[in-house]
């Protein structure tokens, strides 16, 4: 059996190349935080599934690395900021400890790609314009996006307000091109009925009806 990797279940999904501030409090997070400061190891954090089983798992999720301590309490509670680093895939729950701990196996997109590198290209810039587009009808802050990396979805959709399942099939996606054509595909969507809503508001000006 491979080493264990500590878990730190969230209602969240974290993605590769992402950053993620943590508040630390829990007597068992302390403790698991300490230990991978101490031996420089990551955890892994994996999305806790609604339902009635509080202990439900999400089956993919992505290892942590903690790149920083923002601030220590006198307490042992820490105000952290991790990167998201390699995702991985649970196979076994280990609860021996206060803390889970799972046997994972990680994973990288496929090698074989599906689109030419031009395609490729422009795939990548038009989903570049409209994520530039949704920003400006949302009035959303420009979060700075590395254009260059190879997992440009990822960074995209780290910030869109979707649904947890929609970032969820994203994670488990092994394919950076199918994940832009469905980010593509949610852009093409959302901004029509944005922009419609603006429409709407701005033909009912300021005695609230619709001219």
Avoid: W
């Avoid at 199918?178 to 901004?191: Q, W």
């Amino acid at each position: 059996m491979s080493d264990l990797l500590r878990l730190f279940p969230l209602e969240l999904v974290l993605f590769p190349e992402t950053a993620l501030p943590l508040h630390i409090f829990e007597p068992r997070y302390k403790e698991m935080i300490s230990e991978c400061m101490q031996q420089k190891q990551p955890f892994g954090v994996i999305r806790v599934l609604p339902g009635e089983n509080v202990n439900r798992l999400a089956e993919f999720g992505c290892a942590a690395e903690i790149s920083d301590v923002l601030r220590a309490y006198p307490d042992g509670r820490m105000d952290i900021l991790t990167t998201g680093r390699r995702r991985f895939e649970l196979m076994e729950i280990n609860e021996d400890r206060d803390f889970l701990r799972g046997e994972v196996e990680f994973f990288d997109d496929e090698t074989e790609n599906t689109v030419t590198p031009n395609e490729l290209a422009q795939i990548r810039s038009r989903t570049l314009e409209l994520h530039a587009s949704l920003l400006l009808l949302t009035d959303s802050e420009d979060t700075t996006v590395d254009k260059g990396t190879e997992l440009l979805s990822f960074q995209l959709a780290a910030a869109l307000p979707v649904d947890l399942d929609f970032k969820q099939s994203l994670l488990e996606m092994r394919s950076e091109p199918e994940r832009l054509k469905l980010l593509l595909d949610y852009y093409n969507k959302i901004i029509p009925k944005l922009k419609m809503m603006a429409l709407g508001q701005q033909r009912a000006g300021g005695n609230g009806y619709i001219h």
